[in-house]
């Protein structure tokens, strides 16, 4: 199975701040990874997918970068809509896997 | 609009049985593979199967084989997942997702339900 680490599992931050996640796969997954965002008590939300294409409707502060193992999602500048857990997800192979997620929370 | 309704979970003694249903709708239901997704209360997301357009394939994650049947009724626009000897760890809210691409290959998920609780306990 491809283990996916995520990092950090919280990260705090403001309002206007530029924000990276790091996602990890345990071998090469190419391209093939997906960005959600959840919020409290909602189902997960597709932001971007093969590594770097931004879902229609998606602000495009949002942008993701990397290849084989190792995954970046951006977020240029912060807003407050963006506090949620962002989950990684890697669609190589089965089973899918995904991250362990990334709280980012109001500093 | 692409819709997914999940029903049918709730509280059930360890080793019994449930069944979930996603009803689609808003898209051509029979041209795409589906999915189950589940979040433990407060814990990350995980995939639990996956069944292709047609039902004539599914994949399931190695923690419910055996225990968990997907399936799916193309004439009604539903999906299923009979859950067979229920465990404590079993304890999620489950997500159906629809696959983004039509085309066989790479899943991940465009649209997601909003959820059905399964409470496993005594």
């Known amino acids: 199975d491809i283990q996916m680490t995520q990092s950090p599992s919280t990260l705090s931050a403001s309002v206007g701040d530029r924000v990276t996640i790091t996602c990890r796969a345990s071998q090469s997954i190419s391209s093939w990874l997906a960005w959600y965002q959840q919020k409290p008590g909602k189902a997960p939300k597709l932001l971007i997918y093969k590594t770097s294409s931004l879902e229609s409707g998606v602000p495009s502060r949002f942008s993701g970068s990397g290849s084989g193992t190792d995954f970046t999602l951006t977020i240029s500048s912060l807003q407050p809509d963006d506090f949620a857990t962002y989950y990684c997800q890697q669609y190589h192979s089965y089973p899918l896997t995904f991250g362990g997620g990334t709280k980012v929370e109001i500093k | 609009e692409v819709q997914l309704l999940e029903s049918g979970g709730g509280l059930v003694q360890p080793g019994g049985s449930l069944r979930l249903s996603c009803a689609a709708s808003?898209?051509?239901?029979?041209?795409?593979?589906m999915n189950w997704v589940r979040q433990a209360p407060g814990k990350g997301l995980e995939w639990v199967s996956t069944?292709?357009?047609?039902?004539?394939?599914?994949t399931y994650a190695d923690s419910v084989r055996g225990r968990f049947t997907v399936s799916r009724d193309n004439s009604k626009n539903t999906l299923y997942l009979q859950m067979n000897s229920l465990r404590a760890e079993d304890t999620a809210v489950y997500y159906c997702?629809?696959?983004?691409?039509?085309?066989?290959?790479?899943?991940?998920?465009?649209?997601w339900g909003q959820g059905t609780l399964v409470t496993v306990s005594s």
């Open positions: 997702a629809k696959k983004y691409f039509a085309a066989a290959g790479q899943n991940h998920f465009d649209y």
């Open positions: 808003g898209f051509t239901f029979s041209s795409y593979a």
């Open positions: 069944i292709n357009d047609s039902g004539g394939s599914f």
